[in-house]
């Protein structure tokens, strides 16, 4: 059975719904699992997009919010940039600004971050030349992050390949936090719960279990930039 979304992406597509995220994906310059992610639920499409399909489809930005299932949530922010021309430079004077974004400020309360596109074995410490470029953002979507992480580098859910994951280091645990953790050399992220002995952490549709000993905390998401266009 489809849903509201599926159906108007069937009327649009003169009553054929096989290959119509694909061709509304290329109207919109996103990716085709993006529109995917929309039409099961598992993420909303923001307000900018609400307006842009509400013209695609001669629809008002409300009937086109109605179309969508409840987003499955996180416990941290995600932002949406529908943006190109990211600088490939470690050089800190060459950075890439969000000034497009759809929640910016101006340049003067934004800071700039470390990106990563491999993640050293070593954070939160790093050394200049283990930086694949610096993103200036605004102060208020960066919520405290001290350095961004690609999402494919992880294993957390709900996160497209081309997600940027904003990080503030922390070496402690905390209850209610999706963390980035680091155990035997790898990278993971786990959602943190208190449990009735202590901390447990889990991954999205597991069990919670006890925190492994070997593992030590990284970081805290605090953040998620999404559709990022390279």
Known sequence: MINKFEKQLEKWNHGVLRGAQAKLAKCLHVSTATVALWATGKRHPSKGYIHQLGKIFGLDDYTVSRLFLPALSTSFPSW????????????????????????????KNSISLPFFTHLPS????????????????????????????????????LCLADDILLITPTTEWTAGKWMLAQKSGKYLIR????????????????????????????????????????
């Open 80 to 107: 949406t940039a529908a943006t190109t021309g990211l600088h490939d430079s470690n050089d800190h004077s060459v950075t890439y600004s969000a000034d497009n974004f759809l929640y910016t400020s101006q340049i």
């Open 191 to 230: 959602r943190i719960v208190q449990g009735k002995k202590g901390l447990k952490w889990q991954k999205k549709g597991s069990a919670a279990t006890l925190i492994s000993s070997h593992a030590k905390p990284i970081g805290i998401v605090v953040g998620k930039l999404t559709n990022i266009i390279f």
């Open 122 to 157: 070593n954070l939160p410490a790093y050394q200049q030349t283990q930086v694949a470029e610096w993103w200036t953002l605004p102060r208020r979507i960066t919520q405290g992050a001290q350095f961004l992480i690609p999402a494919k580098q992880t294993d957390l859910p």
